[in-house]
């Protein structure tokens, strides 16, 4: 839990995204939520009328808005494709490190479970979408060849990889993705 | 749910391995699972002596073992190291269109929920590693070079393909993940 004082409805959605990633969306209970963020019942329904499922939604985006950051500061000052991506992956082996290595893909953990949720599931593919763009308009930037191709293997690389380091229990293995990127993506 | 008449240990294990993958471990309720394998509470924990955890570590040996079987298969008449890929990477995108285009890793959504438990991750690790080395040593076989590395790129692969195929609910992403290996692997 963060410790500055936030307001009600960021501390909701900061709370949520740390537990669903720890536990997954089902791992998680309401009375346990509301107490972590220290909100009242009342609070988190006039926030999110839903409930549970509409936080859901707001903290995967919230989770996102932080990957689409980290990728566009690891292509800000980028020499070329491979120097951005060599950067992201740097900075996703630390985002590891720094979670215990333990969680999982914040959208992943959030909007994957219950099978029967397309709005879940349209969120989720919306919001992986938005990443695989942005790696894409990079890759064209540098005249990369099969920009789409690229953008879809970077994202590949980084589901599968960061999976590996859990299991492993080692970030090396995200800091180690450039070197096993096709060579005719980079 | 199978319909084979199967004893009531297998029809536990087949049932918890369906549905966690489908829900997770967190949210499958034990009362969901006994009614879906149709077996009394008593002889789950006269199989399973810890109950759902137990049962939980038998269910992700087993669909492990069918993952192993899978690469077996997969690599049975290969011409090459190649071929032997391509075949796998078929079937599994086979066996995600017969999945319903939803279920997650069922060693993820069994063995990766709940960060305390240290049981859980080592049965997780034990199991991937076992598909990395049955691989490892088909790629030795062929004489690939860098077996280890090879064989930790496809797993990251397969991992990262069946997230991005799931939330494109569209299995050629697996279909066309040989070409987007790198060609110092193949």
Not at 53 to 78: N, P, R, T, Y
Not at 98 to 114: N, Q, V, Y
């Amino acid at each position: 839990m963060t410790k500055r004082p936030l307001p009600t409805r960021d501390r909701l959605i900061q709370t949520a995204a740390e537990l669903f990633q720890r536990s997954g969306y089902n791992g998680v209970g309401l009375s346990e939520l509301l107490a972590e963020a220290q909100a009242p019942k009342g609070s988190l329904y006039h926030h999110f009328p839903k409930g549970k499922s509409d936080l859901a939604l707001a903290a995967a985006s919230w989770a996102s808005d932080g990957m689409l950051e980290l990728i566009a500061v690891s292509f800000k000052d980028a020499r070329d494709f491979r120097d951005g991506i060599e950067t992201l992956c740097h900075k996703i082996a630390k985002l590891f490190d720094k979670s215990g290595r333990w969680e999982t893909c914040p959208i992943s953990a959030t909007l994957f479970e219950g099978p029967e949720n397309q709005l879940f599931r349209d969120h989720a593919y919306r919001l992986y979408e938005s990443w695989i763009a942005q790696v894409r308009g990079h890759a064209e930037r540098f005249g990369v060849d099969h920009p789409q191709e690229t953008a879809d293997t970077l994202f590949i690389m980084l589901q599968g990889g960061w999976q590996l380091a859990r299991a492993r229990r080692n970030s090396d293995v995200l800091r180690n993705l450039p070197r096993f990127l096709p060579a005719n993506v980079l």
